[in-house]
């Protein structure tokens, strides 16, 4: 089992681990996800699939014997991940996941307990997935030549589905590129770009950048533009008005942006209404759309481009 | 016990004002610490960053009795501690600086309570010494 897995069964309870360590010394990194739902089966998703975790460790693709889990699994393992400081962590739960070291990304679900309008915890959980996230030196290399010119950055908007792949092209996009002496900056709102943990980034994010985290996009951008002097940004995961907000300040700065959004084509991302103004003019130049060829460790992302007009 | 009080408010200052985890904050506390109470700190910030999903108040437990020599702690404390520790963690900014609230204020009535009874056994020891007195003073006689 490798470290980022022995990493992750840390935030769960004994039995669990010792269940789910049994599992992944057969299954090895095929792993991409871990879905723990009250009173349900315990499930891993793989690149083959969705298996069912039995009481011994092994899987199965039918759920039938699969281990349930018990309310307190998923207690206790929800502290776990608030590194049993839940106060500490209310701006994430507001939004719905945590970022655990290692930049594994966990979404959480179930009955909100709501004040002032606004989500402060969760008091029954009723799901916790944990995305396994996964560092691939060389990921965007089918991607960087369309964004980065013998003379400049184009301004790149990239699209993939949920998990297709678009912050390990990003990652591998600032490593590249800042390799090259490129000035980057990074804002990654969520840690999972590159995961700074006690001031270190955890992933090869290279020598000419700049990580701000945990920051809101729109004060990081600002930030970053006005403290570090970067040639590029980026920043992953366009998702609301503020975060096109936060983009339309960097264009026109000098600065290039490279950023993503979920999608499935250009012309879906290219009608979202708060993407809209980010097209054209000073914004983005074009819009890269991923799509990954082949399976486990020879899996390709390959990148499509659209040029905008 | 003093010692764990004054902690007490310095966690609060760490979980209202700097948002730490416990993690850190105990780090925090073991360093300024001066005590046997380091240890404690030390051994909960290490566990709880090394397997964040133990149960906190085991690792308390195991702390409290790992340390117990030096910490000097009577029945009532430890449990006084061990409640706490249950709490720990759990809840909003709010819900932490009651939990250290509640906490202090029951480890002060316990101190009272106990310098009472030390008052109260000095008392009847004093008590007993003068009428041991008599009674020898009787029996000599």
Same mark, same amino acid.
């Given at each position: 089992?490798?470290?980022?897995?022995?990493?992750?069964?840390?935030?769960?309870?004994?039995?669990?681990?010792?269940?789910?360590?049994?599992?992944?010394?057969?299954?090895?990194?095929?792993?991409?996800?871990?879905?723990?739902?009250?009173?349900?089966?315990?499930?891993?998703?793989?690149?083959?699939?969705?298996?069912?975790?039995?009481?011994?460790?092994?899987?199965?693709?039918?759920?039938?014997?699969?281990?349930?889990?018990?309310?307190?699994?998923?207690?206790?393992?929800?502290?776990?991940?608030?590194?049993?400081?839940?106060?500490?962590?209310?701006?994430?739960?507001?939004?719905?996941?945590?970022?655990?070291?290692?930049?594994?990304?966990?979404?959480?679900?179930?009955?909100?307990?709501?004040?002032?309008?606004?989500?402060?915890?969760?008091?029954?959980?009723?799901?916790?997935?944990?995305?396994?996230?996964?560092?691939?030196?060389?990921?965007?290399?089918?991607?960087?030549?369309?964004?980065?010119?013998?003379?400049?950055?184009?301004?790149?908007?990239?699209?993939?589905?949920?998990?297709?792949?678009?912050?390990?092209?990003?990652?591998?996009?600032?490593?590249?590129?800042?390799?090259?002496?490129?000035?980057?900056?990074?804002?990654?709102?969520?840690?999972?770009?590159?995961?700074?943990?006690?001031?270190?980034?955890?992933?090869?994010?290279?020598?000419?950048?700049?990580?701000?985290?945990?920051?809101?996009?729109?004060?990081?951008?600002?930030?970053?533009?006005?403290?570090?002097?970067?040639?590029?940004?980026?920043?992953?995961?366009?998702?609301?008005?503020?975060?096109?907000?936060?983009?339309?300040?960097?264009?026109?700065?000098?600065?290039?942006?490279?950023?993503?959004?979920?999608?499935?084509?250009?012309?879906?991302?290219?009608?979202?209404?708060?993407?809209?103004?980010?097209?054209?003019?000073?914004?983005?130049?074009?819009?890269?759309?991923?799509?990954?060829?082949?399976?486990?460790?020879?899996?390709?992302?390959?990148?499509?481009?659209?040029?905008?007009? | 016990?003093?010692?764990?009080?004054?902690?007490?408010?310095?966690?609060?200052?760490?979980?209202?004002?700097?948002?730490?985890?416990?993690?850190?904050?105990?780090?925090?506390?073991?360093?300024?610490?001066?005590?046997?109470?380091?240890?404690?700190?030390?051994?909960?910030?290490?566990?709880?960053?090394?397997?964040?999903?133990?149960?906190?108040?085991?690792?308390?437990?195991?702390?409290?009795?790992?340390?117990?020599?030096?910490?000097?702690?009577?029945?009532?404390?430890?449990?006084?501690?061990?409640?706490?520790?249950?709490?720990?963690?759990?809840?909003?900014?709010?819900?932490?600086?009651?939990?250290?609230?509640?906490?202090?204020?029951?480890?002060?009535?316990?101190?009272?309570?106990?310098?009472?009874?030390?008052?109260?056994?000095?008392?009847?020891?004093?008590?007993? *010494?003068?009428?041991? *007195?008599?009674?020898?003073?009787?029996?000599?006689?």
């Amino acid at each position: 089992m490798n470290n980022r897995l022995a990493e992750i069964l840390n935030y769960m309870p004994e039995h669990l681990k010792r269940m789910l360590s049994r599992t992944f010394s057969v299954t090895g990194d095929s792993v991409q996800e871990i879905r723990i739902r009250n009173s349900l089966p315990l499930i891993i998703g793989t690149q083959n699939g969705s298996f069912a975790v039995l009481p011994d460790g092994k899987i199965s693709p039918a759920v039938g014997g699969a281990y349930i889990v018990e309310t307190s699994d998923i207690q206790r393992t929800f502290r776990a991940i608030c590194e049993n400081s839940i106060y500490a962590f209310s701006e994430d739960i507001r939004q719905g996941f945590v970022t655990i070291r290692g930049g594994h990304r966990v979404g959480i679900t179930g009955r909100a307990s709501m004040y002032d309008g606004k989500i402060e915890t969760f008091r029954e959980i009723s799901s916790i997935s944990i995305r396994i996230a996964k560092e691939i030196i060389g990921a965007a290399n089918d991607i960087v030549d369309k964004v980065l010119m013998p003379d400049k950055i184009l301004n790149t908007l990239i699209v993939a589905p949920p998990m297709g792949g678009k912050t390990t092209v990003l990652r591998d996009l600032a490593r590249q590129i800042s390799n090259q002496g490129i000035k980057t900056a990074i804002v990654d709102e969520r840690g999972e770009i590159a995961s700074v943990f006690h001031g270190v980034p955890q992933n090869n994010v290279g020598v000419q950048t700049d990580v701000i985290e945990n920051v809101p996009k729109a004060e990081g951008t600002v930030m970053l533009l006005r403290t570090m002097s970067p040639q590029l940004i980026i920043t992953d995961e366009i998702a609301t008005k503020a975060d096109s907000d936060a983009l339309m300040q960097c264009f026109g700065t000098g600065v290039s942006v490279v950023a993503s959004t979920h999608g499935t084509s250009a012309e879906e991302v290219m009608n979202r209404e708060f993407l809209k103004p980010l097209f054209g003019g000073m914004g983005f130049k074009q819009i890269i759309v991923l799509t990954k060829e082949g399976k486990g460790l020879n899996t390709l992302i390959l990148g499509k481009a659209t040029v905008i007009e | 016990m003093a010692e764990f009080q004054r902690a007490l408010t310095e966690l609060e200052y760490s979980i209202e004002f700097m948002g730490m985890t416990i993690g850190d904050a105990l780090m925090i506390l073991a360093k300024n610490s001066e005590t046997e109470l380091e240890s404690v700190f030390l051994y909960v910030s290490e566990r709880l960053k090394s397997s964040p999903g133990s149960d906190m108040q085991k690792i308390w437990q195991r702390a409290l009795s790992k340390y117990s020599e030096g910490l000097a702690l009577k029945k009532d404390d430890v449990e006084i501690i061990l409640d706490f520790s249950k709490n720990l963690g759990t809840g909003n900014r709010e819900k932490e600086k009651n939990n250290i609230k509640v906490t202090s204020m029951r480890l002060r009535i316990a101190e009272d309570e106990a310098r009472a009874e030390l008052e109260r056994n000095s008392k009847m020891y004093r008590g007993l *010494g003068f009428l041991s *007195g008599i009674f020898v003073v009787i029996v000599l006689m």
